[in-house]
């Protein structure tokens, strides 16, 4: 496993000197002396951290730091800034830095230093991660939370629904308990690509009442971090369908973007314990 990448930058050999000393063998390391250089090679390397000085010639540090959090590429990647210059260097802590180190500095300060500011960034991230389920229907291809999934079975036999919409028009039993069938090719006007015993149920707990999703394919679930996912507010909610109320947002996938569902907007809660009031009687009959 490859080590994670700094950028160090100062533009004193001997400073850069001492951090490389105590840094390689835990972190892949590039280096940069002025603060133009340093934004070419954030730019290039994106690196996991960068440590920064404050005074250096052609560009000082506290403009590289207001550049890299500017630029939402790059605003993510902690900036620890190193220095003897300590109204300065805490004057910075509010532009964005993660934490200030003044020189002259001991071997277990940066190491600490470092560990703690990409700990916080890997924090930062996990908190803004969403466990994705993606799924196929009819050509079209979108995710849903994994939070609201109970499991994920082949399409079992189904008996007719006495009401509800065409799109939710049959049910089935799953241990004992009456489960309806909601089909998203209906819900979306397309056709299903897979036969019906080659579809797959997604079985959703919504707000206590279950609800089986009738897809053509189901990927293995993923973790994505913040940086993967645009949010409604941000792409809107224009342009997907049927399901534009439901969109939570937009996975980014190699060079093309999935649209992430809300499932609790595919159908009405009240729908759906009408549908289940009804089976009750008839399967006690």
């Given at each position: 496993?490859?080590?994670?990448?700094?950028?160090?930058?100062?533009?004193s050999?001997?400073?850069?000197?001492?951090?490389?000393?105590?840094?390689?063998?835990?972190?892949?390391?590039?280096?940069?002396?002025?603060?133009?250089?340093?934004?070419?090679?954030?730019?290039?390397?994106?690196?996991?951290?960068?440590?920064?000085?404050?005074?250096?010639?052609e560009?000082?540090?506290?403009?590289?730091?207001?550049?890299?959090?500017a630029?939402p590429?790059?605003a993510?990647?902690?900036?620890?800034?190193?220095?003897?210059?300590?109204?300065?260097?805490?004057?910075?802590?509010?532009?964005?830095?993660?934490?200030?180190?003044?020189?002259?500095?001991?071997?277990?300060?940066?190491?600490?230093?470092?560990?703690?500011?990409?700990?916080?960034?890997?924090?930062r991230?996990?908190?803004g991660?969403?466990?994705?389920?993606?799924?196929?229907?009819?050509?079209?291809?979108?995710?849903?939370?994994?939070?609201?999934v109970?499991?994920?079975?082949?399409?079992p036999?189904?008996?007719?629904?006495?009401?509800?919409?065409?799109?939710?028009s049959?049910?089935?039993?799953?241990?004992?308990?009456?489960?309806?069938?909601?089909?998203?090719?209906?819900?979306?006007?397309?056709?299903?690509?897979?036969?019906?015993?080659?579809?797959?149920?997604?079985?959703?707990?919504?707000?206590?009442?279950?609800?089986?999703?009738?897809?053509?394919?189901?990927?293995?679930?993923?973790?994505?971090?913040?940086?993967?996912?645009?949010?409604?507010?941000?792409?809107?909610?224009?342009?997907?369908g049927?399901?534009r109320?439901?969109?939570?947002?937009?996975l980014?996938?190699?060079?093309?973007?999935?649209?992430?569902?809300?499932?609790?907007?595919?159908?009405?809660?009240?729908?759906?314990?009408?549908?289940?009031?009804?089976?009750?009687?008839?399967?006690?009959?």
């Open positions: 496993m490859s080590l994670p990448s700094l950028l160090l930058v100062d533009d050999d001997a400073i850069l000197a001492l951090e490389r000393a105590i840094l390689s063998g835990h972190y892949a390391l590039n280096t940069a002396s002025n603060g133009r250089e340093a934004l070419e090679k954030v730019a290039r390397v994106q690196p996991a951290a960068i440590l920064l000085d404050l005074s250096m010639p560009m000082d540090g506290d403009e590289v730091l207001k550049r890299v959090k630029d590429i790059t993510d990647i902690p900036v620890i800034i190193i220095s003897s210059e300590t109204s300065r260097a805490e004057a910075c802590l509010a532009l964005g830095a993660e934490l200030f180190l003044s020189k002259p500095f001991r071997a277990d300060e940066l190491l600490s230093a470092v560990e703690n500011a990409l700990e916080n960034a890997r924090r991230a996990r908190a991660s969403l466990a994705l389920l993606r799924l196929a229907v009819g050509g079209l291809e979108f995710a849903i939370p994994l939070e609201g109970r499991q994920v079975i082949l399409q036999s189904t008996r007719p629904l006495p009401l509800g919409p065409g799109y939710i049959e049910f089935f039993e799953l241990r004992g308990q009456p489960v309806c069938v909601l089909d998203l090719a209906r819900r979306l006007e397309v056709e299903h690509r897979e036969p019906v015993e080659e579809r797959k149920l997604v079985i959703l707990e919504l707000g206590g009442v279950q609800l089986a999703l009738s897809v053509d394919a189901v990927q293995d679930p993923e973790e994505y971090s913040a940086t993967d996912i645009e949010r409604r507010e941000r792409v809107g909610g224009v342009g997907h049927e399901l109320d439901a969109l939570m947002g937009m980014r996938s190699g060079d093309r973007s999935v649209p992430i569902f809300d499932p609790k907007a595919f159908a009405t809660q009240e729908l759906l314990r009408e549908a289940v009031d009804v089976l009750r009687p008839a399967r006690s009959a």
